[in-house]
């Protein structure tokens, strides 16, 4: 385990500058060769004090909502674009005034709200649901049945397009390039027609672009064939590529129980500090650890909370864990500051930046205020 990291206090989140440029300089290759423009999407990663950073790559911000919105124009700049299941109507004067691009859910909304954003100067979108499944993970899955995610090609209305200038269509979750090839031969086959009538194109995100494994060539093979052929700009607004791999979460270990086998208490909680852990759900790497029979001391870990499923996994280690060890969590920069919570009282951790030049700096620090400023 790197120095840098056994130095900071827990429970914290820290952010490694030198993977994060080597992640946007994989993203800018691809906007180099495909024409395309990369967003953020700012509900995985809104860590605006490295907003500054990020934008010397990527293009602009994507928001859910008024307040990301707000947030990507006011610290990030470029382009601002929002996509929203529904708007409210007090929300979308502000919006249609930060927002370069504004897309719609339904042809509904589209009528409801579609002129306020045209006279604002917005270009309005549609987003699709091509009804192409290409994942296991139904909490993530806009194609699943029943979504109320995108307009399905049942509900589309091609005599109502006037004055949209765009689709949206957003499919993916931690997914390769076969994944996006699939879903736009369908997508084309369903709604190519229209495609030509369209300035831009929104590829939404989930492409895990700077994953070892992905298929960058051709991804960047199916933008510039999209571009060619229909004659648009097109946008990518990936979040968790932007972040992924670069950051760590450093907990501490309170005390080891015994209860059929051996529990270590962290001061830090799945529940509240990686949510995912339990939605997803998945299973965090830890450095220096490994799978039960992979090492010969195997621990439980849990957070300090009260509740009884608040368990990250069981992990295997090389020697006895004691309290006051330090274990660092991998991949914990997005997806995790922006879901956090203060469950039970728990404090948030704080949050680091390790620089380019290798110091450790302090972003944020979170006390008894924050906790009780939320709720009243």
Known sequence: MEQWLLELPTPCYVVDEKRLVKNLEVLSYVTAQSGCRILLAQKAFSMHSLYPLISRYLCGTAASGLFEARLGAEMFGGETHVYSPAYKREDMDELAHICGHIIFNSFDQWRRFGKTALEAGAKCGLRLNPEHSTQEHAIYDPCSPFSRLGTTIENFEPDALE????????????????????????????????????????????????????????????????????????????????????????????????????????????????????????????????????????????????????????????????????????????????????????PLPSIWIHTLDGRNRLVREFGYEDFKNRLS
């Open 163 to 346: 004055g949209i200038s765009g689709f949206h269509m957003h499919t993916l979750c931690e997914q390769n390039a076969d994944a996006l090839a699939a879903t736009l031969k369908t997508a084309e086959e369903k709604f190519g027609a229209y495609f030509h009538r369209m300035e831009w194109l929104n590829l939404g995100g989930g492409h895990h672009i700077t994953r070892q494994d992905y298929d960058i060539e051709r991804l960047i093979s199916e933008l510039v064939r999209l571009r060619h052929m229909y004659d648009v700009q097109v946008y990518l607004e990936p979040g968790e590529a932007v972040a992924l791999n670069t950051g760590f979460l450093v907990s501490g270990v309170l005390d080891i129980v015994r209860n059929g086998m051996e529990i270590a208490v962290l001061d830090t909680s799945a529940a509240c500090h990686m949510p995912d852990v339990l939605e997803m759900p998945y299973r965090p790497e830890i450095i220096g650890a490994g799978r039960p029979g992979e090492k010969p001391y195997v621990y439980r870990l849990g957070g300090p909370t009260c509740l009884a499923g608040d368990i990250i996994g069981d992990y295997a280690f090389d020697a006895p864990l004691k309290i006051g060890d330090k274990i660092v969590f991998c991949d914990m920069a997005h997806y995790t500051m922006v879901k956090n919570n203060t469950f039970n009282g728990m």
